[in-house]
């Protein structure tokens, strides 16, 4: 998206505005209306067009000028007022507004390797024709005439292309156990599985919202590879624009004679489902998916036998996720030898992340395996927001761990991620600053763990119940020496002894923040304190009279008014009726509002029973 950039296809003079959902919630609408309006209102000759999202999500709404000459201007941070400057200034007087252009060599995307997000931000997602002016169909194309399906299942050996769901297993490997496998039901079925759970992670809602028929031309090519003509597309419920726009590609693929009986003139039929999703995390686990799409109750079950001998509706199934599929159409064009020419030796191509949480640049990107955390975080991401001290990055979700600054320089690649006690997972990636509190973020990831956990297994109902029991004292000042090896042993038993990937991994937050943040455990159990004041029982809001001007802003935006005074006068916070908002903290332009953490604080603190009346 640089202005050097030259598009694909015949001359065309657009104003591409991104409309995924990140783009929309930011105000893109509204842009893409305005702009239609003043283009129309001056009859210039530009068509205003909607894309999916580049992933520079920080700088949205995003607004990209496609001139006849092939070079693309790309401005950020476009609201209503600024249509105006670049509908006068440069569609109609050709002159680039450069205090609103975000430069040719910005960071963020210049140090992207763009694979599965190529089309994003550049093609209409709902028109077909466009994604067959990018190579759309062609792997298709290529796979049905001039492929054997063994040929297609080496090639995909060759690229050493892995899972992109989070096990990281060979996906030339999974087709050929479902090529293999013998059916008694006489189908085999090709899942998709985009029901994305993370708590941070939104890498398979834009790629289906920016390129969904890269993802439906890998099914399909997974199809043919494994003997399949029918395929399910699971998506959760709360992705209604990716389902929107699913829709609309498979009705033009039909259109087009790319799905159904004889796919572009040959004997590869196949058709395709969409089953939406109620957003249980635990269905993200492939024999509780297939059990939803059943009309069961999302519930994993024993493996063996495996979803590739045994799996939806008893039969033969390959299970991959989004990112997965979207890679196979470029790898097929590209020939797996020259996508493994990507990566690094055990972990090839490219990786979709969902960088958030205290970053400056947070947003979709794609890098090459191999890069490190620190080239992400600092380099692509642009550091901490208020240039505050990198702590940690949570990768993997609730499955996954925190990698501490002092691994910062980790490679990101599959062993390299495991070793540190993380795992690559599906692509999340939540930044942290100083202010976080290591304990209070297990804490966290563990409350999501228990309430999606489905029940079926005892260590993963009951045992993560109480490892978040044990953490919640912890946070509330009750914690005891004795709670560190406690939760320990459970994490070791819970991992063991769980029958899914969800209870298995469940303690991975617990323990590497245990592992690398042992200190900040002993802080809060020994002294009573949280150093990152952010557990709202070891802290205590408190005013410096000498700085307090009396501006009676804390009393103002106090839900509770435990924060009050007379104007000019210095206040004061109650401690009865104080619920540690932070609000006043927040409001207070002096400095006046002091935080306080440890046995005094938790001494000052109301009782269990007049916090609860109030």
Known sequence: MSAATVQKGAAVAEVAVGMSSCGIAAGARVVFDRLGKEVAARHLPWAVVATGCIGACHAEPLVEVRQPDGRRFLYGNVDESRVESIVAGHLAAGAPVAELLIPEDYPYLARQKRTVLANCGVIDPESIEQYIQHDGYVALRKVLTGMTPQQVIDDVKLSGLRGRGGAGFSTGMKWTFARDSKSLTGKKFVICNADEGDPGAFMDRSVLEGDPHAVLEGMLICAYAIGSDEGYMYVRAEYPLAIKRLHIAITQMKERGLLGAGILGTPFSFSVHIKEGAGAFVCGE?????????????????????????????????????????????????????????????????????????????????????????????????????????????????????????????????????????????????VMDESTCMVDVARYFLTFIQSESCGKCTFCRIGTKRMLEILTRITEGKGEESDIAELEELAAKVKVSSLCGLGQTAPNPVLTTLRYFRAEYDDHIRNKRCAAKKCKALIRYSVTAEKCTGCMLCARVCPTKAAHGERKKAHVIDQDTCIQCGLCFEACRFDAIEISSGREALAAAPSRETADAH
């Open 286 to 430: 492939e024999t509780a998916l297939m059990a939803s799409i059943e009309g069961r109750r999302g519930m994993p079950r024993l493996r063996p036998p495996f979803p590739a001998a045994r799996g939806l509706w008893d039969s033969p199934s390959n299970i991959n996720n989004v990112e997965t599929y979207a890679n196979v159409p470029p790898l097929i064009r590209m020939g797996g030898a020259a996508y493994a020419a990507v990566g690094t030796e055990k972990s090839k191509g490219t990786k979709v992340f969902a960088l958030a949480g205290k970053i400056k640049r947070g947003g979709m990107i794609e890098v090459p395996m191999g890069i490190s955390l620190r080239e992400v975080i600092f380099d692509i991401g642009g550091g901490i927001i208020g240039n505050r001290r990198f702590k940690a990055v949570q990768m993997g979700g609730p499955s996954g761990g925190c990698v501490p600054e002092q691994l910062a320089d980790v490679l990101v690649d599959y062993d390299s991620l495991t070793a540190t006690g993380a795992i690559m997972g599906s692509g999340g990636m939540v």
